[in-house]
């Protein structure tokens, strides 16, 4: 069974960088696409991007230009880093699996709240 | 980017009840819609890919349709298992969108 499990800071100050770690076990990280997806309070789905199991990235232009995301596949472990955070990006963020050749998501982690405050 | 918009944003109904949400795209995505169902504090579960097609393990009771713009998710008999949020998402173009949510409560 694959699982995936968020992990980070719940608190990251304003204009800092926000770091979460996705740690992906039961699969190996190869051949799929791996999301990042946030939620803000109240507020509905939001896709972050992926990193494709090449290296490849594909962002939200809306975010773009504050992302990175990034695979280790040596240690199934997914990154996430948005830079100069402000209280508006503070949400649950997901971490996502796209199936091989799709762009829907079959396994998803449980989440991390992070939060954006001094 | 192409926006989608689920109806109603809740819904009451009880168990056994036949169940239907709505989710409309502002432009064709074809049939590349996905339907998730989402409990608070879970990890969010895939149901429906592809417009209509149930992911392995989902029951039968659930069922999609629709293509273009008009997509649907019915629940056929409502378990209490089945009380959540559920949310579509195209992926006929990037950036990926979801559509608000439709939070099925208890009547």
């Known amino acids: 069974q694959v699982h995936l499990q968020e992990s980070g800071p719940g608190l990251v100050k304003p204009s800092e960088t926000l770091s979460l770690s996705c740690t992906v076990s039961g699969d190996s990280i190869g051949i799929y696409s791996w999301n990042w997806i946030r939620q803000s309070p109240g507020k509905g789905l939001e896709w972050i991007g992926c990193?494709?199991?090449?290296?490849?990235?594909n962002y939200n232009p809306s975010l773009k230009s504050r992302v990175t995301i990034s695979a280790d596949t040596s240690k199934s472990l997914v990154s996430l880093k948005l830079t100069s955070v402000t209280a508006a990006d503070t949400a649950v963020y997901y971490c996502?699996?796209?199936?091989?050749?799709?762009?829907?998501?079959?396994?998803w982690g449980r989440g991390i709240l992070v939060t954006v405050s001094s | 980017d192409i926006q989608m918009t689920q109806s109603p944003s809740t819904l009451s109904a009880s168990v056994g009840d036949r169940v239907t949400i709505t989710c409309r795209a502002s432009q064709s995505i074809n049939s590349w819609l996905a339907w998730y169902q989402h409990k608070p504090g879970k990890a969010p579960n895939l149901l429906i890919y592809?417009?209509?097609t149930l992911e392995s393990g989902v029951p039968s009771r659930f069922s999609g349709s629709g293509s273009v713009t008009e997509f649907s998710l019915t629940i056929s008999s409502l378990q209490p298992d089945d009380f959540a949020t559920y949310y579509c998402?195209?992926?006929?173009?990037?950036?990926?969108?979801f559509g608000g949510g439709t939070k099925v409560e208890i009547k």
């Open positions: 592809k417009a209509s």
């Open positions: 990193v494709y199991y090449i290296g490849t990235t």
């Open positions: 996502a699996r796209a199936a091989a050749g799709r762009t829907d998501f079959d396994y």
């Open positions: 998402q195209q992926y006929n173009s990037y950036p990926l969108t």
